[in-house]
């Protein structure tokens, strides 16, 4: 069965772009949720997806946002990218009361 | 509410010696615990998860991990530590029936000497 699927693995952005990442989860799964990784804060969760709903949220500002289609794969966006923003951004799908498995993260670096 | 607290940001140890990793948690609800690993420029790997069956949950790789109430842990170890096994590893804590978010520590980096 193949894994969670995040694309990009690496992009560089500059300071007021947007970014989109993409994530592909485990077939079957329904769940998707997305955390953000970084030296100085660590792994923080952004929002959880399931069935196309957001069903939970972190404390991150509106700049960043998802969403999930009818197949399941995720999207997220950044707006308006400032430095704090560059981290590494892990996708994590799960199955029915199962544990979250990770994708290998998009490496987001902003200049 | 829920957290954890990972004792110890770096931890070495000889090849062959035991692994000992520390995790505390506090949760307002009966938690589910999970130890993940995570190698250079990869994402995160499951090791083992505690979900209120058996208390000693056996992982991947040689790994286990005691699920301790009273003393809110959740300690991680393997007997023989392997060069394979430098790595950071992630304590996570999650609420009642795997719903919610995974609120994980700040992580322990382990060094394996030779």
């Known amino acids: 069965k193949a894994g969670v699927t995040q694309t990009p693995r690496y992009l560089i952005k500059t300071r007021g772009q947007q970014v989109t990442l993409s994530c592909s989860p485990i077939?079957?799964?329904?769940?998707v949720s997305w955390y953000q990784q970084t030296p100085g804060q660590g792994l923080q969760f952004l929002f959880e997806?399931?069935?196309?709903?957001?069903?939970n949220k972190g404390n991150f500002p509106g700049r960043f946002s998802g969403r999930q289609f009818s197949n399941s794969r995720s999207e997220m966006n950044v707006s308006t990218l400032e430095l704090g923003d560059s981290a590494l951004y892990l996708c994590a799908s799960r199955g029915e009361l199962g544990p979250q498995h990770f994708g290998d993260g998009t490496r987001l670096s902003i200049l | 509410a829920q957290s954890v607290t990972q004792l110890g940001s770096h931890v070495s140890v000889s090849e062959g010696a035991l692994v000992l990793l520390r995790c505390n948690y506090s949760s307002s609800v009966p938690p589910y615990l999970f130890w993940y690993v995570q190698y250079p420029n990869q994402g995160l790997q499951l090791l083992l998860k505690?979900?209120?069956?058996?208390?000693l949950v056996k992982g991947i790789n040689g790994f286990e991990a005691e699920f301790k109430k009273s003393e809110t842990s959740f300690h991680l170890t393997k007997p023989s530590a392997h060069m394979s096994d430098a790595a950071e590893y992630f304590c996570a804590v999650s609420g009642n029936f795997g719903n919610e978010k995974l609120t994980f520590g700040t992580g322990t980096r382990l060094t394996i000497i030779p």
């Open positions: 997806y399931f069935s196309e709903t957001q069903r």
């Open positions: 077939s079957g799964h329904r769940s």
């Open positions: 505690y979900t209120s069956a058996a208390t």
